[in-house]
């Protein structure tokens, strides 16, 4: 077994630094120096549900860049010293429907998730980029195009390709309505995306103290969801709703902002909602969901943002305030993502 250093979940709202174990080498793994890892919002929702006397351990991470170093005798598309990106899955079954369309991200035996994962071939539960190393399957590693700061690239890999997958097969492009719900870790990334695609963009937001940070990012307009008339002013304009909002709402004004024939895609928040039927009969609109990319999609995204100089706005912490940043996260206190530099783990 291989050994590394890591923060291991003692309770639903503190990690501890702990020494883990890794397997050894397969023939088509490697072995990645975790350099940086984002902070998720997942990660918080694992650690309020994990049962700290479980026997299985939760290390929590699933977005995260680093270097390879080391490779199973089967490898041949990485070396020792490239650069790579993980991402929220690290296997699958292969043979499905949906792993053969290249989306392993619904994986119909449901794919091997980067923490928390059952290890498909020796059942072992896998541990998560809040590490100093992380092995993985190779065809489930990206390499990290040239030019991208590593660290502001870690977060395409869970928030990137989460607002990705909708964006692209939705077709958006030149000429599209796109409206993004929620600016922050996953709607920062949506607006920078739309925009770059060619889609007229705009936010909408609880009040006008985004307005700026809108534009920065690229956006054309705002809209207060607060207000009344702005919100019926642009009823039956979008012909893609990215909503992001991680918490419990009412779909019914976000869906009377869809065009006819439009898309209402619901990211953020992933439990139960009721809709009334005809919110989406007045219109034809649909309301769909995502969830995370397979693998043709990772690597398009990440050729995507390369071309398009587009990474996330982060905040950079030591692993050692792990803990800081799950609070900070917990009151939305981060613009737009926390990142964890592991380089203190050594």
Known sequence: ?????????????????????????????????????????????ALGTHDRHAEAP?????????????????????????????????????????????????????PTLTYGGTDRRDGSTTLGGYSREYVVRDAFAHPLPAGFDPAAAAPLMCAGVTVWEPLRSLGVGPGSRVAVAGLGGLGHLAVKMAVALGATTTVISRTQDKRDDARELG????????????MAAARDTFDVLIDTISAPHDLAPYLKLVAMDGTLSLLGYLGPVTVETTDLLIGRKKLGSAGSGGRPATAEMLRFCADHGITADIEILPS??????????????????????????D
């Open 1 to 45: 077994m291989r050994t590394t250093d890591g923060w291991r979940a003692t309770g639903p709202t503190e990690l501890r630094r702990v020494r883990l174990e890794r397997r050894d080498l397969r023939p088509d793994d490697i072995a990645v120096r975790v350099d940086y890892c984002g902070v998720c919002h997942s990660d918080l929702h």
């Open 219 to 230: 956006a054309h307009d705002l809209i207060a969801s607060t207000d009344p008339r702005q």
């Open 58 to 110: 939760l290390v929590p991470g699933h977005e995260f860049t680093g270097v390879v170093a080391g490779t199973g005798s089967e490898v041949t598309a990485f070396s020792v010293g490239d650069r790579v990106a993980v991402g929220n899955i690290v296997d699958s079954c292969g043979e499905c429907a949906m792993c053969e369309a290249g989306q392993e991200n619904f994986c119909r035996s449901f």
């Open 320 to 345: 050692s305030q792990v803990n800081t940043a799950l609070d900070r996260l917990r009151r939305n206190d981060v613009r737009y993502r926390f990142v964890l530099d592991m380089s203190d783990l």
